[in-house]
Structures are given as structure tokens and as C-alpha cells.
């Protein structure tokens, strides 16, 4: 390998894993620290507003992740 | 709690899961680990996105959690964060998994390891440590199961006869239907876990407030308790630190009956798919949960914060719903401890007894199914019944060590140079690094165990694989093809 660690070799690919660091790094510290409030949101407590809105900021990545690994045939 | 009906409800879903379970064979032969290990890589995206969720939903999400939210408050979260992770971990290994699995005949998680690494002696070292804490977790669902069971009978059904009712459950139909019958029974158990969750939060929630707007519960905690709505906690005890390191310890621990899991999927696609919408079954926490914080001052003085849902429901819900909670417990600690158990007798026969007395393949399978009995009664029953006070600490050991497997995973798809020896010193170093920190000196600086042996873990591993023998080409290029299909292309054509 022209690499001696895998990494992404398009810049969808690239994308893709800037969008899980992403995702990693929003429910960990110190961004977890910004929604660390005793504050409320549509009724519910700002950190488990912040704990769902990850949740489904997962599901929309793996979406995208979908349409560009099944869009260039490479399973 | 007089009535009878609970009783028969919980009843009632045990017979229901054992009549799914034992059909779930539906005319296959049991004969391979094909079929009895992997179900025949069958699995659809349905039946994978359940068998995953409720494997990873467990009685901590109808007890533990809930338990949290009323001792601790938000901090409970980092569990539905982290799983949203895993879900992560999922679609980006899984399909690999599943293609090393289809082409090179894998099964288990120590079968891979052992052939990446051409070592069985790796193989069995990990399948041997992987077993302490997937007993210890198995161990911990049954004594759940137990006391729902006690529970709901008033006392009548003892915990060890609980005990032996459940296992005696799981081991029929595991026996008779193996993998098909951890995904058909998971699938049942997931689908009724949601709905349980949901009917009891809602109904709570109503019995406390008057209405299902969840507000006026936030608004009262928030005017006087705020300490429940944010890190460290009521306790104090869920520093940034743990939050954090606690998430990442438990997104790189591979536990064996996942990596199973994924080689059950019909394609590579299906487990993408699958673990696509797997965040979205973990809104499941939340009403339970919210049970937990409505007992913050409906029940100020329980004893065992764990029993709070239950405690609630049985004094203020109807009786037809303290049963369907029953079940619901009852399901997600039997759906959690059911692929422990399966995948411990699968490994141990697979990769420690088949290479030590070189079984023949229909040999080991046949084993396989029977090896289920002796750790069901001689590890998981007694452990139950006895209820040591070290079990919860075995089973932080356990899963320390599930994360300090992590450089086989590395080795496996993103760095080709990774050594059998660099795996196993990394290992070796990390794991007494994680015993020491959750034994001797409990987390250190707030920060997690598990974390702690990976600081020390990962760079003996780069060190040590940079000193000895690689893996030989052939082996390596045959995992990179799957792992990183187009950097080996590249590599192919340097090397022509």
C-alpha cells in the first residue's frame, strides 16, 4: 500500500470520516461541556436534547455514508 | 401486590419466547457451526436491526437506567450516546466482518483473530478472556430475570428456582435452533421491549403529572434540584472525564456475540442498512428513564435506586401493566444474556477445544450445541444463585480487557504491519493496566480503566510489531483485499 495505514482514498471518503470524528467529538468533552446547563428545551433537559440530536445526527451520516458507498458500487 | 395477573403475564411471555425460539429451527439442520453459530448468514435487515438492538438493550435500560436517572440524573445518557456509537462501529466494520466471515469461513471473533495472526494460540487466549466477561455478563442478565421472576410471583418463585426456569428456557431452544433462535427470539423481545417501554413511561408519566406533557417534571427538578440535570450529578460522580472516556472505552469494545451478530446478516448491505436505523431504537431509554426521574419525589426513600420503575409501577399502574413490565424486563435481561451464552460455548469449543485436541469440523459442531449445558450449569446458574459480591468487579475486568483486544481489530483493517507478538503484548500490558486501575486504584483521575490500558496498550503494540515478524504477505494481502479493497489494489500493482 502506498499508505502503511488505510485511509480514505476519495474525498467523499474524507468527508465521511470528518463526519464521524465530527459526530465522536460532539458527544464527548469539551463540546459535551457547552450543553452542561440546567437548562430546558422543548420540555426535556438541554443535555438529553443534545444526547438525541447525536443520535440522530448518526442516522443521517450513515444515510449519506449509504448513498456514496452503494452510489460507486463499492460495497 | 395481590393479583395473580402479573404473574401470569411475565409466565405467559416466557412460554411465548420459548415456543418462538424452538420453531425458529424451521426444518434446518443443526449440524454445522454454519447453521448453529451463524444461522446460515441469513439474516434480513429487520430481523438484524432487532437482534442487535435488544442484544444491546438489556435489563440495565428497564432497571439500571432508570436507576441512574434517579440517583445520578442526565448522566444516565452517555449510554444512549455510546450506543449510538457502536451503531457507528457497526456500519463501518460490519460489512468487513461479514465478508471475512463469508470468504475465509469464520464464525466466531477468536477464529478471525487466530487466522489474521496465524496463531491460534491468540485465537484461544482471546476467546478464553472474552468468555470472563461475557459470563460475568450473562451472570448478571440471569440474576435480573431471577428477580423479575420473584417480583412478579410475590416471592413465590425463589431466585434460584427463577434461575433455573430461565436457563432451563434458554438452554431448549438454543440447543435445538442456536442462532435462529437468538434472532427470532431478540426480534419478539426488541419489538415488545418498545412497546413496553413506551405503554409504562407514558402511563407514569400521566399517573404523576396529570397529563403527558413532560415539562412540568423538568421544570420542578430544574427549580429545585438542577444538580439532576447536568454532569457530575446528584452524586457527583460522572465527571467530564468519565463521560468521555467511558463512551470511548465502551465504542472499541468488540464484544464477541456482536462480531457474531454481524456474520449472521444475509449481505453486507443488510447489516449497512440495519445499523443505519439502529439509533433509532434507543429512544427506548428515554420513557423509562423519565419513570426514573418522576420517582426522584414519588419514591425519595427506595433503598435500591435500581427497583424504582418497579417499585413505581406497582403502586400507582394497573396491574395488566406491572406484568407487560414484567415481560419487558424479563425480555430485554433474557435477550442480552442469550448471545452471551451462545457465544461462549460456540468460541470455547471453536477456538480453544478444536485446535488443542484437533476436532474433526462435525465433531466441534456437535460439541458446540452440547458445550451450552456445562456453562449454563456449572458457571452461569451457580454464579447466579450465589450472587457473588464480585461479580460486577469480574465483569468490569471483563469488559476492560473486551477493549484491550483493540490492537487485533487495528492489525486487522488499517495497519498490515501489525504483529501477533505486537497484538499480544499490547494486550498483555494494557489488561494489567486495566486490572490494577479498576482493583487496586479505581479509576484514576476520573478516567476510566479501560482507557488507562489503552494508553499504554497501543504504543507497546506499534513498538513491539515494529521490532518483530510481520504476519506473512499472503495472509495480510487476502484480510486488506476486504479491508481496504482499493489502497490493496494499489499495493497490487507496486508490487507487480
Known sequence: MRHPFVLPTSRAGWGLLAAFVGLVLAGTWPVIGLFNRAALMFGLPLMIVWSYVIIFACVAVMLIGNRIVEGDGHE | ?496
Not at chain 2, 412497546?195 to 403527558?212: D, E, F, N, Q, Y
Request: proline fraction near 5%; hydrophobic fraction near 55%.
Open chain 2, 1 to 496: 401486590m395481590n393479583s395473580v395477573w402479573p404473574l401470569v403475564i411475565t409466565l405467559g411471555y416466557v412460554a411465548m419466547t420459548m415456543a418462538i425460539g424452538l420453531k425458529a429451527r424451521a426444518g434446518h439442520r443443526m449440524d454445522t457451526l454454519e447453521q448453529w453459530g451463524v444461522a446460515g448468514r441469513s439474516m434480513g435487515p429487520v430481523t438484524l436491526y432487532l437482534l442487535i438492538a435488544a442484544g444491546s438493550v438489556s435489563a440495565y435500560t428497564f432497571m439500571g437506567a432508570p436507576g441512574w436517572a434517579y440517583s445520578k440524573g442526565v448522566a444516565v445518557f452517555y449510554v444512549a450516546v455510546y450506543l449510538a456509537y457502536l451503531a457507528l462501529v457497526a456500519w463501518y466494520f460490519g460489512p468487513k466482518v461479514w465478508k471475512f466471515g463469508e470468504q475465509f469461513g469464520h464464525v466466531t471473533q477468536a477464529s478471525a483473530i487466530a487466522d489474521r495472526y496465524q496463531s491460534p494460540a491468540l485465537g484461544g487466549l482471546s476467546a478464553l478472556v472474552m468468555a470472563v466477561g461475557s459470563v460475568a455478563y450473562a451472570v448478571l442478565q440471569t440474576v435480573g430475570s431471577a428477580y423479575i421472576l420473584f417480583v412478579m410471583s410475590g416471592g413465590m418463585i425463589p431466585v434460584w428456582l427463577g434461575v433455573i426456569i430461565v436457563l432451563g428456557c434458554i438452554a431448549v431452544y438454543l440447543f435445538v435452533s442456536g442462532q435462529r433462535a437468538i434472532g427470532r427470539t431478540n426480534a419478539f423481545q426488541g419489538a415488545l421491549m418498545l412497546v413496553v417501554a413506551w405503554a409504562v413511561g407514558l402511563w407514569a408519566l400521566h399517573s404523576a403529572t396529570g397529563g403527558l406533557d413532560v415539562a412540568a417534571l423538568f421544570e420542578r427538578l430544574q427549580a429545585e434540584n438542577p444538580e439532576f440535570l447536568t454532569l457530575p450529578g446528584a452524586r457527583g460522580d460522572m465527571s467530564f472525564s468519565f463521560w468521555t472516556t467511558s463512551i470511548i472505552v465502551s465504542m472499541f469494545s468488540f464484544m464477541p456475540p456482536v462480531w457474531t451478530q454481524w456474520m449472521c446478516a444475509s449481505s453486507a448491505r443488510t447489516i449497512r442498512r440495519s445499523a443505519t436505523w439502529l439509533p433509532t431504537y434507543y429512544i427506548v431509554i428515554l420513557p423509562m428513564v423519565v419513570v426514573g426521574f418522576i420517582g426522584i419525589y414519588s419514591l425519595p426513600e427506595l433503598a435500591r435506586a435500581d427497583t424504582v420503575v418497579l417499585e413505581y409501577a406497582m403502586a400507582n399502574l394497573p396491574v395488566v401493566l406491572v406484568g407487560l413490565l414484567g415481560a419487558g424486563t424479563l425480555a430485554a435481561s433474557m435477550s442480552s444474556s442469550e448471545p452471551f451464552i451462545h457465544s461462549v460455548a460456540l468460541s470455547i469449543t471453536k477456538d480453544v477445544l478444536q485446535p488443542l485436541f484437533k476436532l474433526s469440523d462435525a465433531f466441534t459442531a456437535k460439541l458446540a450445541r452440547w458445550c451450552l449445558l456445562p456453562v449454563m450449569a456449572l458457571l452461569v446458574a451457580p454464579l447466579a444463585i450465589a450472587e457473588p459480591g464480585s461479580l460486577v468487579m469480574i465483569l468490569l475486568v471483563g469488559l476492560g480487557f473486551a477493549s484491550q483486544v483493540l490492537p487485533a481489530f487495528i492489525g486487522m483493517f488499517f495497519w498490515p504491519r501489525a504483529s501477533k507478538l505486537g497484538v499480544m503484548a499490547g494486550i498483555l500490558a494494557g489488561f494489567a493496566v486495566t486490572v490494577t486501575f479498576t482493583t487496586v486504584w479505581s479509576h484514576p483521575l476520573g478516567v476510566h480503566a479501560g482507557f488507562w490500558g489503552l494508553l499504554l496498550n497501543l504504543p507497546v503494540f506499534v513498538a513491539v510489531s515494529l521490532l518483530t515478524p510481520p504476519t506473512q504477505a499472503s495472509v495480510v494481502e487476502r484480510f486488506f483485499r476486504i479491508a481496504a479493497p482499493r489502497g490493496f489494489r494499489r499495493s497490487g500493482r507496486a508490487l507487480d
